[in-house]
Structure formats: C-alpha cells, structure tokens
C-alpha cells in the first residue's frame, strides 16, 4: 500500500527514458539507486522516532497528519521501508471502521524522490485496491493480478479518501464481497501483500528479472484467486 502505486510510477520514467532513448536499461539498471528500483525488496518495517526524520521528511508527514486525524484515522506509526541506495520512509494510519490503512510516503530516490498519501484496502477476494495522490501508473497491472489503482494528483487527502471509499464499495457490491477489516498492528501484512502483488506483476511484464517471494493471503476465500 501502500507505497506499492509508487513503485509502478518510479520504473515508469526509467522505462520512459529508456524508450526515449535518454539512456539504455542497462545504464539503469547500472546506477546504484535506479536499480534499486528494479530489484524486488521486502519492506523492513524498521521504526523511525519522528526526532530521527530529515526535516522535509517530517513537516511532509505533519502536514498529511492533520488531515488523516481530522477524518478519524489513528496513527500507527513511522518506518523506514527501504534502506539505502533507494530510501523509503511511511507514516502508517488505520482508519475508525479497519476497513483502510493510510500511508504519507517519502520515496527518497536519487532524481526520482516521490512524495504521496495513499491508501489501501483488501476485499474478501483477494482484491487489493489502493487510491493516492500519483499520476496514474503509465505501467497498468493485468487483469488477474488482483491490484486496482486510482491515482489523483493535486487533490486533497480528504477526496482522495472519499474516492477510495467509494471505488472499494462499487467493488465490493459488483463482486460479492466484502472488504477485510484489519487490526492496527496488520499494517505490515497489508503493506507486503501489495508490495508482493505489483512485484509479481511487474515480473511477468519483464520489468523484474526474479519474482518476488508468495504472496501470502490475507482471507481465505482468496487462497486460489491471489497471485503466486
């Protein structure tokens, strides 16, 4: 979730560049932080004592603070996601209903540092549906990859929130199921399973050499539909 949209984004303009032919893959894949990107990593989920952020980091993550409490969610906590070269820092929230985890996200990437509010929820399917403040991903997943993605720059946390709500509703009524309510401390599972599924996606579309490790599923009505 929660950072997972991102990812799409990031490998979107080294592909992009790429196909400009700006550089070749292999000069990304080359650069230290770029590849990275490329590279599938599992979320380390380290704390982060606020007192420890960079100042820009912080104030960024304030400012979605204020928001996010103001629409009822409760802060989880700050980690750091990815350590270097490619840096990624989250503060977590869950929403009053559990049916929601927020993230503010700083993706600290050499040319490519990203800054986002997102956030993401499961459906008794296996569905991961995730709603930030990106441009729509140039990199879609597949149809059976269980991912949906809504991007929607320059609007406020509180429509963002209010679109997420309602995609995972109109979802969740046109597919007879039902979205996960989760306890604060599932941020982890829910963060990985995203993370995993768009690793995957991203692997069969030629973007990763090695798949990222299974999938483990969040409901058991998902065990045969959720990527492996």
Same mark, same amino acid.
């Given at each position: 979730?929660? /950072?997972?949209?991102?990812?799409?984004?990031?490998?979107?303009?080294?592909?992009?560049?790429?196909?400009? +032919?700006?550089?070749?893959?292999?000069?990304?894949?080359?650069?230290?932080?770029? %590849?990275?990107?490329?590279? =599938?990593?599992? #979320?380390? #989920?380290?704390?982060?004592?606020?007192?420890?952020?960079? $100042? $820009?980091? @912080? @104030? =960024?993550?304030? %400012?979605?603070?204020?928001?996010?409490?103001?629409?009822?969610?409760?802060?989880?906590?700050?980690?750091?996601?990815? /350590?270097?070269?490619?840096?990624?820092?989250?503060?977590? #929230?869950?929403?009053?209903? @559990?049916?929601? #985890? $927020?993230?503010?996200?700083?993706?600290?990437?050499?040319?490519?540092?990203?800054?986002?509010?997102?956030?993401?929820?499961?459906?008794?399917?296996?569905? =991961?549906?995730?709603?930030?403040?990106?441009?729509?991903?140039?990199?879609?997943?597949?149809? +059976?990859? @269980?991912?949906?993605?809504?991007?929607?720059?320059?609007?406020?946390?509180? %429509?963002?929130?209010?679109?997420?709500?309602?995609?995972?509703?109109? =979802?969740? $009524?046109?597919?007879?199921?039902?979205?996960?309510?989760?306890?604060?401390?599932?941020?982890?599972?829910?963060?990985?399973?995203?993370?995993?599924?768009?690793?995957?996606?991203?692997?069969?579309?030629?973007? %990763?050499?090695?798949? /990222?490790?299974?999938?483990?599923?969040?409901?058991?009505?998902?065990?045969?539909?959720?990527?492996?």
């Amino acid at each position: 979730m929660i /950072p997972a949209f991102t990812v799409l984004v990031l490998l979107a303009v080294a592909a992009a560049l790429c196909a400009a +032919g700006v550089v070749t893959w292999k000069v990304v894949r080359s650069l230290p932080a770029l %590849r990275a990107i490329g590279t =599938y990593r599992d #979320f380390v #989920f380290e704390p982060i004592p606020a007192d420890r952020l960079d $100042a $820009a980091t @912080r @104030r =960024y993550f304030d %400012r979605d603070t204020a928001s996010l409490l103001a629409l009822g969610f409760e802060p989880i906590g700050d980690y750091l996601l990815l /350590p270097a070269p490619a840096e990624v820092y989250a503060r977590f #929230f869950i929403s009053a209903d @559990r049916h929601s #985890f $927020a993230a503010a996200e700083d993706w600290n990437v050499p040319l490519l540092r990203n800054r986002a509010c997102c956030f993401s929820s499961v459906c008794e399917d296996g569905m =991961y549906l995730e709603t930030g403040s990106q441009r729509p991903a140039p990199i879609p997943p597949d149809a +059976g990859d @269980r991912l949906s993605f809504t991007g929607l720059p320059g609007e406020g946390v509180e %429509r963002i929130y209010e679109h997420h709500r309602a995609t995972v509703d109109a =979802y969740a $009524a046109e597919h007879a199921t039902s979205v996960i309510a989760f306890a604060p401390e599932q941020f982890r599972d829910v963060a990985t399973y995203g993370h995993r599924l768009v690793g995957h996606s991203l692997y069969r579309q030629g973007f %990763r050499n090695e798949p /990222p490790p299974t999938v483990e599923v969040l409901s058991p009505q998902a065990e045969e539909l959720v990527t492996r």
